[in-house]
């Protein structure tokens, strides 16, 4: 039997439909905050709580790893692709966690309020910390906060998180963005410029398979 990576690995799971600068921006803050050397990120199948992305998954993972391909902190994981089941978080957890001693689970304040509706989302915090980015209009609920017993997991900084092996919750309220992959997809089909928003392979890869048309 292999022995586990003893280096805290961050992972950063989401639709990427597609994949836009807050992604990358978040991924890279998640890297630097914590002082990681390495971050997965993990594209889901077939959401749970979302609907059912219009965009087939190879293209969605073949937008993430252009996306990346300059961040070599950054590796793209296709283990939710392979399954051809709904992708809950916490199976991908428990995969990655027969490999890796501690992960970080990072998620926007926006999925941090649903976690309670998540599948078998109490094992989350027993395979992993989090780290919950703040983003634009978005407050903490309290019901999140009392499930989860935030009174007791919450630490203030990364050192005080990655001396436990899991369960630790760190909020950063220095990281906003204010982008979502649904108004980007709409400029897309106006056909509206979205050079800020997305990157320039992308939008050549978007263009060239004639993917967000009407």
């Known amino acids: 039997m292999s022995s586990l990576d003893s280096s805290p690995l961050a992972v950063l799971g ?6 836009h600068k807050g992604h990358v ?21 077939f959401p749970n709580h979302k609907a059912v992305p219009t965009t087939q998954a190879q293209h969605r993972l073949a937008m993430l790893e252009l996306a990346t391909a300059s961040y070599p902190q950054i590796e793209v994981d296709s283990i939710e692709l392979q399954r051809d089941r709904v992708s809950y978080t916490v199976d991908t957890l428990t995969e990655l966690k027969k490999r890796h001693r501690v992960l970080v689970f990072v998620l926007g304040a926006d999925s941090f309020n649903s976690l309670p509706e998540w599948h078998d989302w109490q094992k989350i915090l027993e395979l992993s910390h989090l780290l919950v980015l703040s983003r634009h209009g978005v407050t903490l609920s309290n019901e999140a906060l009392s499930a989860v017993d935030s009174k007791l997991r919450r630490v203030d900084t990364s050192e005080q998180m990655l001396a436990s092996v899991h369960g630790k919750i760190l909020f ?8 979502a ?13 979205v050079s800020a928003q997305l990157d320039a392979d992308v939008i050549h890869y978007i263009k060239d398979n004639s993917l967000y048309q009407n």
Do not use: T, W
């Open 14 to 19: 989401g639709l990427f439909d597609p994949v």
């Open 25 to 45: 921006s978040a991924a890279q803050f998640a890297l630097e905050l914590l002082s990681v050397q390495r971050l997965k990120m993990i594209p889901c199948h």
């Open 172 to 179: 950063s309220e220095n990281f906003d963005y204010d982008m």
């Open 181 to 193: 992959s649904s108004e980007i997809k709409k400029k897309l089909v106006r056909g509206d410029d």
